[in-house]
């Protein structure tokens, strides 16, 4: 798990060629590229797989941990948003980080999947800088905000009803009659 965090949250595009292409040096992508393969579509099948294994989690009726997965789901589409965004650029003069598209995406998937924003601080004290915060908030602050207009509970709340798991009753006011 950690290599995999580690993995995705790496500041540079996996599309760039090394410093010095004729000795290969390992790097945290490795794993995720080859010379046949295009960088996207390794990130988009582990998005599918995920998603499957994830819905099979919620499903099965022994207690599982759901938020890792939902946190490597939004750092698998923020890092493929990243990736994308650093080939369109590619030719031009500025940079692209991809590891602070992944790292704002997992904060905002968490976050919208909690309705809260305790998910963008545990993002911060993740990576222990300060950098990316204000596109971590923000993210988070919108998907939160997408989340929560359909008044539906949240994703935790949801298996807890669900499951007719014991839970806080809501407190919401209700109008007497």
Not at 24 to 50: A, H, I, N, Q, R
Not at 54 to 64: E, G
Not at 107 to 129: D, F, I, K, N
Not at 133 to 150: D, E, K, Q, Y
């Amino acid at each position: 798990m950690k290599q995999l965090i580690t993995s995705l949250l790496h500041a540079e595009s996996w599309l760039s060629p090394s410093q010095n292409a004729s000795v290969p040096v390992p790097g945290p992508c490795e794993d995720w590229t080859s010379s046949e393969l295009p960088v996207l579509l390794p990130l988009l099948v582990f998005l599918l797989l995920k998603m499957w294994m994830l819905l099979l989690a919620c499903t099965v009726p022994i207690p599982a941990g759901y938020f890792m997965p939902v946190f490597i789901y939004g750092a698998v589409l923020g890092r493929t948003v990243g990736e994308s965004l650093a080939y369109v650029t590619s030719e031009r003069s500025w940079k692209v980080n991809p590891g602070g598209y992944a790292l704002a995406g997992a904060a905002a998937v968490s976050g919208a999947c909690t309705h809260s924003l305790s998910p963008a601080l545990l993002a911060l004290e993740l990576t222990g800088q300060f950098s990316h915060a204000g596109p971590i908030f923000i993210s988070t602050l919108c998907s939160n905000m997408v989340s929560r207009a359909g008044r539906r509970p949240s994703f935790y709340d949801n298996l807890s009803i669900s499951k007719r798991l014991p839970h806080l009753p809501s407190l919401k006011k209700v109008s007497p009659r």
